[in-house]
């Protein structure tokens, strides 16, 4: 730097060559970043566009082996309207509402509470409380699941959607509440104090403060312990041998699978209307499913 | 403390002086008594459900085949002991470190790829590029599973329309571990190029300038300003997803089953397998339990990352 200072003359014709160059180097990053991303886009999207054009073929169309497999040739639905009018996988769709529904009202419950005693009112080993609730978070559901089916199975809750009820927080509470102490946390004291002065009790001001304020974190804890439950696949695949207690994951992984020629058509149908209301929540609620995603890491 | 005193005073301000002394014991006492109710169905979840379940799987894994008779550390002698499940520690680590590493790596990439275009772009692009994390990683895995199928694999069909050979995705032994892998990547990657493209995002733009007036290249600015500030997060990120990816089972499940002859097994599906399939509860207990030394390291760095992260931002 003291160099160009000390000889300004010699530095113009330079700098301006350096301008140049810049502007060519930006550009060129701009055209390597829209390359990278159109890539990625491709390679990302394949699978899921596949699995489409796959439930619109016939299963004629599918096992004839000429041409492409990447065009479908005469779409049809019927494979959709096929699993529609299936009572069985009506019921992995109804089963699969039920749990999720109960867990993630019971998450909610569960962590918004915690997290408001954690965050604001402490008490004897809360500070333990709050690190034991993220060492909970890092726990796998993989190390749990044999002796949870030993638990489960003493509760005779074994083939039972409760079953699944009860297990299912151990993968959602510790999250949702590790964000919602975060959320709650960056709340400023100012205004419980001002709830205080107006004679607020603790339970007034839960629901009168701390979760209107909250609420961008409470529906990106929702998000989470929703797409959480509806994608859980250990705990099912370990407690429900029973087609009409299965949710849909395994609903449509062990019972749209049978004998040897798959009905493939119909196996990527079933897999898409499962994923199906994920991705709509997802579609609608982007900003604060990635603030939940994001959380954990810029929260905590 | 402080904080009732005031709200004390201020709502009785003709009380008597001993009578906010009392009311303001009996609000300390109520206070840390609702606290703790408040937290106690937490505290049920991780003792009832975390914890307990995890020390039964100690005494569980101690515990012979039809689980009358107390043998030590018979269930894990046998299991180091056995070719097949020697070949599942391999393929475990193979497969959770080849995975975070390309995914961490390719994670970064998008990322900055992302971090790069104009803003409005962004959104769209993220969206497009976030969807595999959403779609349920179980039923996603059934049409990757579907496009590696040995007679109408369309990967294949691609291959082949440039040339190349067609490859026996999921019927050799290193092809199948290359394809679990491969959707492992796909599924992981767009969670790292989300936490990392919010990291760069948090990276003051004057540092940059500041470097750039120090005449620092781009990599330059990589390596002395973008690194150093998300070192934390990268870490942070890795491990967490290292975590997840040791203890992956639904991939597994899907695509191979364990499959060409148990050498895709990872710790989850084998436990699965030897536990819960087989019926020998206690050998799939000491199966799982093999995650549980790597999981303590890596909580431990883990936890002490989020309390720097957390010194650094107070």
Not at chain 1, 143 to 158: D, E, K, M, R, S
Not at chain 1, 196 to 224: E, S, Y
Request: glycine share 6%; aromatic share 12%; proline share 6%.
């Amino acid at each position: 730097m003291s160099a160009t200072a000390a000889t300004p003359s010699a530095a113009i014709p330079g700098l301006g060559r350096r301008i140049g160059s810049l502007r060519k180097e930006r550009r060129w990053a701009l055209i390597t970043a829209y390359i990278s991303l159109i890539v990625a886009a491709i390679v990302m999207l394949a699978p899921p566009l596949y699995m489409l054009l796959t439930s619109l073929k016939t299963s004629a169309e599918i096992s004839n082996p000429v041409g492409t497999p990447w065009i479908v040739r005469n779409p049809t639905l019927d494979n959709y309207w096929a699993l529609i009018s299936d009572p069985m996988f009506r019921g992995f769709f109804f089963n699969s509402i039920k749990v999720t529904v109960c867990v993630v009202v019971l998450t909610m419950v569960i962590s918004v509470f915690a997290a408001f005693s954690l965050a604001r009112m402490k008490f004897f080993g809360s500070q333990v409380l709050a690190t034991g609730v993220f060492l909970t978070y890092l726990v796998p559901d993989t190390l749990l699941f044999i002796p949870l089916y030993q638990i489960v199975g003493a509760l005779g809750l074994l083939n039972s959607t409760w079953g699944l009820v009860l297990v299912y927080p151990t993968l959602t509470v510790p999250f949702c509440t590790w964000i919602m102490i975060g959320y709650f946390a960056s709340i400023p004291k100012e205004l419980d104090e001002a709830a205080l002065i107006d004679g607020a009790n603790w339970m007034q001001m839960l629901t009168k403060i701390f979760i209107p304020v909250a609420l961008p974190g409470i529906i990106a804890a929702t998000i989470f312990a929703f797409t959480v439950s509806w994608a859980a696949f250990v705990y099912p695949t370990a407690f429900i041998t029973r087609p009409d207690e299965m949710p849909l994951t395994i609903g449509v992984v062990s019972q749209l699978i049978r004998g040897d020629t798959f009905a493939w058509g119909q196996l990527m149908a079933g897999a898409l209307l499962a994923a199906l209301p994920p991705v709509i929540v997802y579609a609608f609620l982007m900003d604060y499913y990635i603030a939940g995603l994001t959380a954990g890491a810029t929260k905590g | 403390m402080a904080l009732d005193a005031t709200t004390v005073t201020a709502a009785g301000p003709a009380a008597a002086p001993a009578q906010p002394r009392l009311s303001l014991q009996r609000i300390a006492r109520r206070r840390s008594t609702i606290a703790f109710l408040m937290a106690l169905p937490l505290i049920a979840v991780i003792a009832g459900l975390v914890a307990w379940p995890a020390g039964y799987a100690i005494y569980l894994s101690t515990l012979n085949r039809r689980m009358t008779e107390f043998i030590g550390l018979g269930n894990f002698q046998i299991l180091l002991d056995s070719e097949t499940f020697q070949m599942v520690i391999w393929q475990s680590c193979i497969f959770a470190i080849s995975a975070v590493v390309l995914k961490a790596l390719l994670g970064f990439w998008l990322a900055h790829m992302l971090h790069h275009i104009p803003t409005k772009g962004q959104r769209i692009w993220r969206g497009l590029l976030l969807l595999p994390w959403v779609v349920p990683p179980a039923l996603s895995t059934l049409g990757w599973w579907w496009m590696f199928d040995p007679s109408y694999s369309s990967l294949n069909w691609l291959l082949n329309a440039i040339g190349a050979p067609s490859v026996p995705w999921l019927g050799e032994p290193w092809w199948a571990r290359a394809s679990v892998i491969i959707v492992n990547v796909w599924a992981g990657t767009p969670f790292f190029m989300i936490m990392y493209l919010a990291a760069l995002k948090s990276v003051p733009d004057q540092l940059y300038e500041a470097a750039a007036i120090d005449g620092a290249t781009g990599w330059q600015g990589l390596r002395f300003v973008t690194l150093p500030m998300m070192r934390n997060i990268i870490s942070i990120t890795v491990l967490f997803s290292l975590i997840v990816t040791f203890a992956n089972y639904d991939i597994v499940r899907v695509l191979t089953n364990g499959g060409p002859r148990d050498l895709t097994h990872v710790f989850a599906s084998y436990a699965f397998q030897v536990g819960v399939l087989s019926g020998n509860i206690p050998r799939g207990a000491a199966v799982s339990l093999f995650m549980f030394p790597l999981l303590a390291v890596v909580a431990f760095f883990i936890l002490r990352g989020v309390n720097q992260r957390n010194r650094e931002m107070a």
